[in-house]
């Protein structure tokens, strides 16, 4: 019998529908658009999800058809244009390549369009239509994912990340594709129930309480075999939509009312302790005043407001600010992303001292206003680096022409493009080493802690103005499902 002939593909976006700007082509090709065979040789030996699909289909002699891999950096909603392009290809991929014997897909499952609130759901749809219902269709999915019917009914299994930071990309890859080639074999037969919770998750890290306790329940429930997979998804509310909720995801072999009674049973316990999933911060003054006082360092400051990961511009001044008003020493701040301040500094070069206007210009009026100030040019860089912390390691990052310009002590990366700053190679890449410096900032909810927590003596999550606050509260929620936790009591 000839080998199976698996297409697999890539269209990723968590869509923050509070940024005004959409993302566009421009923002998949910083991050990466790439097409056929550049697939396979860009993803080898990452610790991605196709790089999962790519080892497991090598393990057991499967063929992988690449269609295509898109992926921009959080932003704002998707432009039709890039969605209809991105679903063409792989349609098209699906025709040309006929017969196939099953789809791996890479989603993130909180891609929101310009005139549409399910991106996912919709590029399911689409293909479904064309290859009916008996072609077997697996997903990974990422943990903020905010899942909808439509998902549910299109796929015949769904595998988001465990954990957050997502230091487990590769294995649901592998997790995912290898439950496709049992299905394939006929060994398998997936049943999906899914539970939408009323409760909103201010993107809570997987390994601390609340969320451990549900995912060590999960996991105990994986231990039955007939159990697939069990997922507790915290849903991504800074995508304004009906369905950015919590939810959990039950996956059986053929096994409905055990699917059912899994389903139920996480998602009661985490109703129970849904007072929980609050998050408190500390105000940003106190926090840096904190840091400076630790009695060593690095002391970690976590800037959640302007957090490129859900969307942000990544060009928030209020840190920064503060830290200049308190004189802060010996710090490091990734990064300010400001195109105009970086050319000026190419063009002064290494050692001038420049005036800028630095940062602040995207949304003002939430982030802070630009900073006015005199620095030095300490390092000058083409912005590129590789991933090398349990983060997506191995992936290579272009955040285009960078510099680094001190401002009297505090040294601020400041780059062409946006990126979320959660491994620390985007400070060596630029003359930074974070283990000699007093203090760090990065623009990051959580990410960061995978890479950084080993490095740091503390770690201090400041409450500055922006709009995506942890406070849930303070989000101009309008199409949310009402009641939910904690807008309404419930």
């Known amino acids: 019998m000839s080998a199976y002939r698996v297409l697999i593909a890539e269209f990723k976006h968590e869509s923050n529908t509070f940024i005004k700007e959409a993302t566009s082509f421009k923002d998949y090709k910083k991050r990466h658009l790439i097409y056929g065979d550049e697939i396979i040789p860009f993803f080898s030996g990452t610790k991605t999800e196709i790089g999962g699909f790519i080892d497991a289909a090598q393990k057991e002699g499967i063929s992988l058809i690449p269609s295509i891999a898109a992926d921009a950096t959080p932003g704002g ?3 039709r244009e890039v969605f209809d392009h991105v679903r063409d290809t792989i349609v098209r991929a699906i025709k040309e390549n006929e017969p196939i014997d099953g789809i791996l897909l890479t989603l993130h499952g909180a891609m929101v369009l310009e005139d549409s609130p399910d991106g996912e759901g919709e590029l399911l749809e689409s293909i479904r239509q064309l290859t009916g219902y008996d072609l077997p269709i697996m997903i990974t999915l990422d943990l903020h994912a905010n899942i ?10 769904m ?12 294995e649901r890859g592998v997790e995912a594709a290898t439950n496709l080639f049992q299905m394939l074999r006929g060994e398998l037969k997936p049943l999906i129930k899914i539970k ?15 969320h451990k306790l549900f995912l060590d329940m999960a996991l105990r429930w994986e231990e039955n075999p007939q159990v697939i997979s069990v997922s507790i998804v915290s849903g991504f509310p800074y995508a304004d939509i009906p369905e950015a909720t919590m939810t ?6 053929n096994q409905a009312e055990l699917a059912l ?33 630790a009695p060593e360092g690095p002391v970690i400051i976590a800037d959640i407001s302007d957090n490129t990961g859900a969307g942000m511009p990544g060009d928030g001044t209020h840190v920064l600010r503060k830290m200049m008003e308190m ?12 195109n105009e301040t970086v050319e000026k500094a190419i063009e002064a070069g ?35 680096f590789i991933n090398k912390g349990p983060m997506g390691n191995g992936i290579k990052n272009d955040i285009g022409p960078t510099a680094v310009i001190d401002f009297d002590g505090i040294e601020v990366i400041v780059s062409s493009s946006r990126i979320q700053p959660y491994d620390p190679e985007v400070f060596r890449r630029m003359g930074i080493e974070p283990l000699d410096k007093k203090i760090i900032v990065v623009k990051s909810i959580a990410h960061y802690r995978a890479a950084y927590t080993p490095l740091a003596k503390k770690i201090i999550e400041v409450d500055a103005p922006g709009p995506c606050p942890q406070n849930l509260k303070l989000l101009k929620l309008e199409n949310i499902r009402r009641p939910v936790f904690p807008l309404d009591e419930i």
């Open 77 to 79: 909603r998707v432009d």
């Open 148 to 157: 909808t019917e439509k998902m549910r009914f299109n796929v015949n299994g």
């Open 159 to 170: 595998f988001p990340y465990d954990h957050y930071p997502h230091v487990d990309m590769y």
């Open 196 to 210: 939408k919770l009323p409760v909103l998750n201010p993107c809570m890290e997987s390994g601390k309480p609340p």
């Open 248 to 253: 959990v995801i039950a996956q059986t072999n």
């Open 261 to 293: 009674q899994i389903s139920e049973e996480i998602g009661q316990a985490i109703i129970e302790r849904r007072t929980d999933f609050v998050k408190s911060t500390v105000p940003l003054e106190q926090g840096i005043k904190d840091a400076m006082e």
């Open 327 to 338: 004189n802060v020493k010996d710090a490091a701040l990734a990064l300010i992303t400001d």
């Open 350 to 384: 290494i050692g001038a001292a420049i005036k800028v206007s630095l940062g602040g210009k995207v949304i003002p009026e939430d982030l802070g206003s630009p900073i006015e100030a005199t620095g030095i040019v300490r390092t000058i860089t083409d912005g590129k």
